[in-house]
Antibody, heavy 124, light 107 residues
Framework: QVQLVESGGGVVQPGRSLRLSCAAS????????MHWVRQAPGKGLEWVAV????????NYADSVKGRFTISRDNSKNTLYLQMNSLRAEDTAVYYC?????????????????WGQGTLVTVSS | DIQMTQSPSSLSASVGDRVTITCRAS??????LNWYQQKPGKAPKFLIY???SLQSGVPSRFSGSGSGTDFTFTISSLQPEDFATYYC?????????FGQGTKVEIK
């Protein structure tokens, strides 16, 4: 079955960097676009970034543009999120998510399944 | 950016009740609307895509409807495992945006 396992979260000081990883298994990773979505403690869901299956296209939320970089290594079945210049407002659980298998263009920008998430806390 | 507004923010209901949640987009998104369920401490689960299509394996008591700017999510007969927070999400254009969530609680 499809499995997504995030890692790399932790406590980091404002202005520092952190790299998250998402190890994928159970599907042909190199065939699917992948997303990062985050959720601040007690808050709703916020889309962060997407990368195409072949890394040719990326797109970011304005809140992270210029600070975060999404990338992937299809030979390692792994998705990454490099987070620089971290701010307190970046504190959240970060989820990676696969584009779902469903027969609709609505699915091209949907999320299924999700990993279990990794908590990033930005605090001095 | 497309703003998604859900109502209500929370509701109390009993097992067996019919529950309806609405989601409104700030501009027309055709049927590019998805729904998710999230239980405390867990990742969201994908339920409905394209406004009304049930994802494989999702119980038929869940349904969705709507197009343009106004959408509805319905649980026909609430079950104990359905107490959770539900989110709508537009997949019409980036940045992809979610509604603020609707928490369904036990009455």
């Amino acid at each position: 079955q499809v499995q997504l396992v995030e890692s790399g979260g932790g406590v980091v000081q404002p202005g520092r960097s952190l790299r998250l990883s998402c190890a994928a298994s159970g599907f042909t990773f190199s065939s699917y676009a992948m997303h990062w979505v985050r959720q601040a403690p007690g808050k709703g869901l916020e889309w962060v970034a997407v990368i195409s299956y072949d890394e040719s296209n990326t797109n970011y939320a304005d809140s992270v543009k210029g600070r975060f970089t999404i990338s992937r290594d299809n030979s390692k079945n792994t998705l990454y999120l490099q987070m620089n210049s971290l701010r307190a407002e970046d504190t959240a659980v970060y989820y990676c998510a696969k584009v779902p298998d469903c027969s609709s263009t609505s699915c091209y920008r949907a999320f299924d399944p999700w990993g279990q998430g990794t908590l990033v806390t930005v605090s001095s | 950016d497309i703003q998604m507004t859900q109502s209500p923010s929370s509701l109390s209901a009993s097992v067996g009740d019919r529950v309806t949640i609405t989601c409104r987009a700030s501009q027309s998104i055709s049927t590019y609307l998805n729904w998710y369920q999230q239980k405390p401490g867990k990742a969201p689960k994908f339920l409905i895509y394209a406004a009304s299509s049930l994802q494989s394996g999702v119980p038929s008591r869940f349904s969705g409807s709507g197009s343009g700017t106004d959408f509805t999510f319905t649980i026909s007969s609430l079950q104990p495992e359905d107490f959770a927070t539900y989110y709508c999400q537009q997949s019409y254009s980036t940045p992809l945006t979610f509604g603020q969530g609707t928490k369904v609680e036990i009455k």
